[in-house]
């Protein structure tokens, strides 16, 4: 039986391993010159760059994956746990360093907040016992029905269900620092904290219990180690292969139409941007109109900037924060009013502080981060004007002059996940985790108009971010392996 898949992104490699495993004639289709999706990698002047997903949490989900195949992860990349996990900058002379240990971590807030390290310990614990429940019960659920997410020990929890990350924090922490840096993690769920569940302060576990890790080579590695894998499986990959067309005949799909030429498919599975999937069909065969994906609350988009300096950067961590400005006024700005930030919260990643394969020697290799709104106009002259507006507060900041330094620089922003990634609106994670998008709430993994077609990826169950991509992969084969028998 041929499976036909669109896309080669986390959730679409994990898919294919799946599949061909289970003895299916696997063959993925990818627009873009090399597989990946959005965890792209890009060179120049000496310099290496993740062009999508930096940061390695969860380790636990990538070790499951490769032991379904018998193997682990070290079998094809290193990782190393960073120390410190992280660095956040509120201010001139106000930096907090998270340590990457919980021990460390809840003398940090016990020094900042008197009885914090205490109320962390608890709060972690019961980020534990949460994470415990949707790693085993959940979050490997096809999002089908809502008896999915009733079980005994989520019925104890129903209430983090319906209150929020936000008011979780902040009724236990008073100091805004430490409040944002517990807050911080649910941003990986494309959400606000004061509109994410309680429940899922699972992801300050993944943080602080878990730590934070850096796969040697990037997480551009962890791409090449899917795509061996799936290789070794007999998956065929296909680049520089433009899918136009879902081929439907009598309401079920048998194939693509692959820059120009038809190819032929007994199961087509889309681990591409669900929107443009279905834009693929005629609008009859569409399970999901305009409106409603309009009406849908989106995870941010994002401006990037790739740097590369001729000398060393100091007082930075290989992850670094910028909550220097108002953390609520930039949401707002995302998911309200939509607009350009007028003072934004940025990130910035220095991955050659940790792997020297990412720079020549004395040399930095930094990506800069902004969220922003989705659809939002994107020019060279804005690129520039904040580009300029991050680069003076990271001077005044880490208290070092860099601009003279830059020997490399390359941008992407909204304009760009539209054209590489056919991406909704040009958004970077797909769908937030809010309450009313969450589990069976999200658009799901079978159509309903047309047979045999199924969807993974962040649009999907579970979310955005690599592991759950990495589930959503497993997830989708496994409704396939159970629906279309050999």
């Known amino acids: 039986m041929k499976i036909a898949i669109i896309g080669s992104g986390f959730s679409s490699l994990s898919a294919s391993c799946y599949l061909a495993q289970a003895g299916y004639d696997v063959t993925v289709y990818e627009k873009n010159a090399t597989v990946g999706g959005r965890a792209r990698q890009l060179k120049g002047n000496g310099f290496t760059f993740d062009i999508g997903p930096t940061w390695y949490w969860m380790p636990d989900v990538f070790e499951k994956f490769f032991q379904d195949f018998h193997k682990k992860t070290s079998d094809y990349y290193e990782l190393e746990k960073l120390s410190p996990a992280y660095k956040v900058y509120f201010g001139e002379n106000n930096a907090i360093t998270i340590a990457d240990n919980l021990a460390d971590i809840s003398a940090t807030f016990e020094s900042i907040e008197t009885g914090s390290g205490t109320k962390l310990r608890n709060f972690i614990e019961e980020a534990q016992s949460n994470y415990d429940i949707a790693i085993k019960d959940l979050v490997y659920q096809p999002g089908d029905s809502i008896l999915e997410l009733v079980t005994f020990k989520t019925a104890k929890r129903v209430t983090q269900f319906f209150t929020t990350i936000s008011t979780l924090v902040k009724s236990q922490f008073k100091d805004f620092r430490l409040q944002q840096i517990l807050e911080f993690p649910v941003l990986f769920l494309g959400a606000k904290p004061s509109t994410t569940p309680g429940f899922y ?146 990130y910035a990643s220095f991955p050659s502080k940790t792997d020297d394969s990412f720079a020549l020697e004395n040399q930095e290799a930094a990506t800069f981060l902004i969220p ?102 497993k997830i989708a084969s496994t409704k396939i392996i159970n629906e279309c028998k050999l």
């Open 372 to 473: 922003l709104a989705i659809d939002l106009e994107d020019t060279p002259e804005i690129r520039e004007h904040y580009f300029n507006l991050i680069i003076d507060r990271f001077e005044v900041l880490t208290k070092q002059k860099v601009r003279d330094h830059i020997v490399f620089k390359s941008s992407y922003c909204v304009n760009d996940f539209k054209e590489d990634y056919n991406s909704y609106k040009g958004n970077a994670y797909g769908l937030a985790n809010i309450l009313t998008q969450t589990a069976f709430l999200r658009p799901k993994i079978k159509s309903k108009k047309v047979e045999n077609l199924y969807f993974t990826g962040q649009l999907t169950v579970p979310g955005p971010g690599v592991p759950p991509a990495l589930i959503s992969g």
């Open 201 to 346: 302060n699972f992801m300050n576990y993944a943080d602080f219990g878990l730590g934070t890790w850096h796969p040697k080579g990037g997480m551009y590695k962890v791409v090449e180690a899917m795509e061996s894998l799936a290789v070794e499986l007999g998956v065929t990959f296909q680049t520089q292969a433009n899918v136009e067309e879902i081929i439907v005949e009598n309401q079920k799909a048998i194939g693509l139409v692959v820059n120009g030429q038809e190819v032929k498919a007994d199961v087509v599975l889309s681990g591409a941007d669900y929107h443009f999937t279905e834009t693929l069909l005629e609008s009859s065969q569409r399970h999901y109109s305009e409106k409603y994906w309009n009406s849908k609350t989106f995870a941010p988009s994002s401006l990037l900037f790739y740097v590369g300096f001729d000398t060393k950067i100091a007082n930075v961590s290989h992850h670094t924060l910028f909550f220097d400005t108002s953390f609520d006024v930039h949401a707002k700005e995302i998911y309200d009013t939509k607009k350009w930030p007028l003072n934004p919260l940025f």
